[in-house]
């Protein structure tokens, strides 16, 4: 059985010219599905939306991508009690050449594989990572959206591809720390939270919103701002968030240690009692 | 019959997973087929064992790469005194997720379409461009290659789709002039060509690099410099280059207007004599 769905049915390929494949024209969600509901739906569903319009494509409505989803995973064969979804949406196929005009039928596919929650021990012992060489580009017309142009993050994360870390950060070209390859970073300085502004590059994911969202509510200062290399240093905690892992600490990256501390443990206690039971 | 081949049998599809399609891992080259032969041949093959070779991407062997295009030509129905090629090297279908070792057996597509060379008066009068609002990000690791995240391309052309202009300039956020959306960007000054620095973002063309190693032998001053949207009214003479169309000359841009000069007709000339038939 493939992986893939289109309309309502398995699908293993696409056709060459779709603008997916000949220029990432497109845009993807990757969906934690937990008890066979897909977790902060609502924010992947903004989250595309915003890239839809960006990139001059009809946002398909709520109810075709749910229903998509559901009977994608209805035929899949991962356990549906913890898996997780991906969601293509591109530009489809059309006239050969960079312009188009708005598309109004975009390409719409549903990915459905197993995933695995990461150690217990990750989540109280903090996580060792890694500063990666790759630069992000500044001033993308496509900051902080997920398009299928992924190429930043496959250069960052294939430099530790063999190393065994878990993550990498990426930075600008000016030592801005910007996120992880496929997470977010936010920083603790006496009991305030802050994480890097992806108005320029890097990618707004969904876990950090909720991330941001809940902190604030739960009366912590959390501000987003940026940080320059060389204030790493001098930070008390670090943690990253993710749609799949939820949040988790970091112990370590290069030759900067940090410990686990009381901020970011009151985070994963907030999440966990949002349904993140990954920060149990 | 397919306009695509691959391993010399008409293809129409490729895999979901393929991580052209998933990421935009991979490259392209965009090919003038004249009088059944690949123009700029050994140009197109230096810029991919380039780009391979940022990307982690076996370079295929430039025998593998002919036979498989004298093989698309051979079963294509375009014709083969006039047409373009486009060869794909993507980084194929492997794990998921952004990290990857390097790629020894990349997937090669070849495209072979119909081509028709431009109205000869825009050789002798110039063309009508206009000046983009997307800009393109700067500092990417992967600028000057011509690579599968084509987005920034895809954005700006599109704004134009409507309005019947032959082609866009892009610049920095900081108004520096680029290139086009789909050619490069000469000025000339005082019968002194430059075009802009492609080292933080834009795509180096083949024919670009022909126009300054051609310019310079015939001991015309050309220089790779940046130029600032500023001072692009006081420029004498603008000229855009290209695989397919060679070099032709600009006369207005937004608001700004410039004569066909002498300096874009001794280029021109130039490769004419060089076999681009295009610009006699």
Same sequence: chains 1, 2.
Avoid at 34 to 54: E, F, I, K, P, S
Avoid at 157 to 164: A, I, L, N, Y
Avoid at 275 to 280: A, N, W, Y
Wanted: hydrophobic content about 40%; glycine content about 8%; some cysteine.
């Amino acid at each position: 059985m493939s992986d893939w769905f289109l309309k309502g049915e398995p699908v293993e390929q696409i056709v060459v010219s779709d603008r997916g494949f000949q220029y990432g024209d497109g845009l993807f969600e990757t969906i934690a599905i937990r008890n066979g509901q897909a977790r902060l739906w609502q924010y992947h569903m903004d989250r595309l939306t915003r890239g839809c319009a960006v990139l001059g494509i009809k946002m398909p409505s709520e109810a075709e991508l749910s229903s998509g989803l559901e009977q994608a995973l209805r035929q899949s064969q991962a356990l549906l009690a913890y898996c997780v979804a991906k969601i293509i949406v591109s530009a489809g196929t059309g006239v050969r050449g960079y312009g188009r005009k708005m598309v109004d039928s975009p390409t719409i596919l549903f990915g459905i594989f197993p995933a695995y929650p990461p150690p217990v021990e990750s989540y109280h012992e903090g996580l060792a990572i890694t500063l990666c060489k790759t630069r992000l580009a500044s001033s993308s017309p496509v900051a902080g959206l997920k398009t299928l142009n992924r190429l930043e993050q496959v250069l960052a994360r294939s430099e530790f591809v063999d190393t065994g870390e878990f993550e990498g950060l990426t930075m600008d070209a000016d030592d801005n720390i910007i996120c992880g390859t496929m997470s977010n970073v936010f920083f603790v300085t006496n009991n305030v939270i802050s994480t890097p502004s992806l108005d320029r590059c890097g990618v707004e994911g969904v876990m950090r919103r909720h991330v941001i969202e809940t902190s604030k509510e739960q009366g912590i200062d959390t501000f987003v701002q940026p940080l320059h290399l060389s204030q790493l240093e001098n930070i008390d905690e670090v943690f990253l968030s993710n749609s799949q892992f939820g949040v988790m600490p970091v112990r370590s990256c290069a030759d900067m240690r940090w410990s686990v501390g009381h901020t970011t443990r009151r985070v994963m206690s907030i999440l966990a009692e949002n349904g993140i039971t990954e920060c149990r």
